[in-house]
C-alpha cells in the first residue's frame, strides 16, 4: 500500500481555478484516505456542465449534467449490504471529473458554502473509489456515516443535516 496520498488536478474550467479547486481536492482526498490509513493518488478534474453531460452519458448512459463522477482504477469485490468494502492495494486509485455549474446550484440551493458542498462531494467521490457504494439502504448509512466522520476533520458540518449552515 503507498504511503504518500496525491490529488492532481486537471483544470478543464477556468472557474475551479479561482474556486481553489487544487486546495480542495487535496483536503478532500488527504482526510479520506488518511482517515482510511491508506495512500495513493486521485486525479480530479475540473469540468463545466456540458463536460461532464458528454462523461455521463458515454460512461453511464445518462446524457446530462450531474456534479461529480467516479471511475475506480479497480472492479471492486462484491461486499454483504452494510459492510465495509476492501480497501484496494494500488497506488492509482481512479479519477474524478466534478461540474462547476451544477455544484454552484446546489450549494446555493441547500444555503451551503460552496466550498464545504465541493469537499463532500469530493470526499463521496473518492469513497466510491475505494469501493463504497449507495445501492442499498445499510451502503448508504455505512458510506454517510463514514463521509460524515471524514467532513468533520474537515470542519464542514453534516451534509446530510436537516438545516444547511
Known sequence: MPDEITADCVIEDDRWE??????????AVEAALSWHRIGGEVVVMGCDDARIASLNADFRGKPRATNVLSWPSVEHLPHPPGEAPEIPDEDELGDIA????????????????????????????????????????????????????????????????????
Do not use: N, S, W
Open 18 to 27: 479561482a474556486a481553489g479547486l487544487e486546495d480542495l481536492a487535496a483536503r
Open 98 to 165: 466534478i461540474a462547476f455549474e451544477t455544484c454552484v446550484a446546489e450549494a446555493q440551493a441547500q444555503g451551503k458554502p460552496f466550498d464545504h458542498h465541493v469537499l463532500h462531494l469530493l470526499v463521496h467521490a473518492t469513497l466510491h473509489l475505494l469501493g463504497y457504494d449507495h445501492d442499498t439502504d445499510p451502503d448508504a448509512e455505512r458510506m454517510e456515516t463514514t463521509e460524515r466522520a471524514i467532513l468533520a476533520r474537515l470542519d464542514v458540518p453534516d451534509p446530510y443535516g436537516e438545516t444547511a449552515r
